[in-house]
Antibody, heavy 115, light 109 residues
């Protein structure tokens, strides 16, 4: 079945970077964009950006420009989201989701930023 | 503050119908398709409605979507206790970003 499997929880110190992975299975990885969305505890959904796994083209939310990088490794059908210069406000669950419609979601990766 | 405006909460009795509104502008809802997502407690969001009113396979026809101008509405009929969740609307914006509503918590009394 179609699924996105994300990497495990991370704990980082302020100023560090985190790289979250999202492994696709059950479909052709390069056929659908991957979006990244985050959600702080008790808060709503916040879109971070998208990546086309075929071309590698990306589009980032203005809020994260300069701090986020989305990449992929097509040989292992995996997308990555790296966020740098972490601060406490970046503590959240990070989700990857397939396609413009976000029809398939990963289970989420908890990133905790704490000194 | 979210770009799209949703009521923070709605409630209704089991078996009843509820609607959730999502208000935007010509920069987003007015010129783009709207999607709706259901987020059960402690789980990832799930696509309920896409392209304003289409349901993915496996989503019961108790869930419906509509759009008029710069607003969209999610309707749920025959409410069940299992429908208790947060519901989010989302769409693309002219800033080439995806925008979401702040979410609506549905309580089935």
């Amino acid at each position: 079945q179609v699924q996105l499997v994300q990497s495990g929880a991370e704990v980082k110190k302020p100023g560090a970077s985190v790289k979250v992975s999202c492994k696709a299975s059950g479909y052709t990885f390069t056929s659908y964009d991957i979006n990244w969305v985050r959600q702080a505890t008790g808060q709503g959904l916040e879109w971070m950006g998208w990546m086309n796994p075929n071309s590698g083209n990306t589009g980032y939310a203005q809020k994260f420009q300069g701090r986020v990088t989305m990449t992929r490794n097509t040989s292992i059908s995996t997308a990555y989201m790296e966020l740098s210069s972490l601060r406490s406000e970046d503590t959240a669950v990070y989700y990857c989701a397939r396609h413009d419609n976000m029809d398939v979601w990963g289970k989420g990766t908890t990133v905790t930023v704490s000194s | 503050q979210s770009v799209l405006t949703q009521p923070p909460s709605v409630s209704a009795a089991p078996g009843q119908k509820v609607t959730i509104s999502c208000s935007g502008s010509s920069s987003n809802i007015g010129n783009n398709y709207v999607s709706w997502y259901q987020q059960l407690p402690g789980t990832a969001p799930k696509l309920l409605i896409y392209e304003n009113n289409k349901r993915p396979s496996g989503i019961p026809d108790r869930f419906s979507g509509s759009k008029s101008g710069t607003s969209a509405t999610l309707g749920i009929t025959g409410l069940q206790t299992g429908d208790e969740a947060d519901y989010y609307c989302g769409t693309w914006d002219s800033s080439l970003s995806v925008v979401f509503g702040g979410g609506t918590k549905l309580t089935v009394l």
